[in-house]
């Protein structure tokens, strides 16, 4: 996994800056008391989960033995929730991203989230909404790649890779993309007046 900004392994945050040639990579960036503030008031602004504060505990150089009080002590003032993270990337990212459950999983489980708190985070994911969400998602779609593709089967093919990479399930996509495609689909005032 590549963690952005990380100048041990090559890879430069802002690569048209000059790298400074007197940074001390033996030492960590900031101590552990001046981490925990930090992470306390980022926390504070946004949900993140414990993967989240160990990129960053990683990036600042600290050292391996320091990660564990500080964790610690950001779960025991409920600064990080893991299940309070999960709920909350499970809204963010089907309401704001249009995601499909299948993507919200796996990027659940990239984060390190445990499969129970996954499963429990996904349960408020209502079918009858998502379902709305595919057809409203897929109509947009059609309409913009209605006039790129060469014939139907192009067209059905672009539409139902487009859905699966959003993580929709297979047999969904099929029975929407049936829907729409229909010559006597009509999608109402709601698809179209954006």
């Not at 930090?38 to 949900?47: D, I, Q």
């Not at 996954?118 to 379902?131: F, G, N, S, V």
Request: aromatic letters at 10%; glycine letters at 4%.
């Amino acid at each position: 996994m590549v963690y952005y900004g990380d100048e041990e392994f090559g890879y430069d945050r802002h690569p048209r800056r000059r790298r400074l040639e007197n940074i001390d990579f033996s030492k960590p960036a900031k101590t552990p008391e001046r981490a925990l503030e930090s992470l306390m008031l980022s926390c504070a602004k946004s949900e993140r989960c414990i993967s989240d504060i160990r990129r960053s505990l990683f990036r600042w150089r600290m050292n391996k033995e320091d990660y564990d009080p500080i964790i610690e002590r950001l779960v025991r003032e409920k600064f990080v929730d893991e299940e309070r993270y999960a709920r909350a990337y499970v809204r963010d990212k089907m309401s704001c991203a249009n995601w499909g459950r299948r993507r919200i999983e796996l990027g659940l489980k990239a984060k390190g989230i445990p499969k129970e708190i996954i499963a429990e985070a996904l349960q408020q994911i209502e079918p009858e909404r998502q379902t709305e969400k595919l057809e409203l998602i897929l109509y947009r779609r059609l309409l913009r790649e209605r006039d790129r593709a060469k014939s139907a089967y192009a067209l059905r093919t672009r539409l139902f890779r487009w859905a699966m990479g959003r993580g929709y399930d297979y047999a969904e996509i099929q029975r929407m993309l049936e829907r729409i495609l229909a010559p006597d689909y009509d999608p109402g005032e709601d698809f179209t007046r954006w």
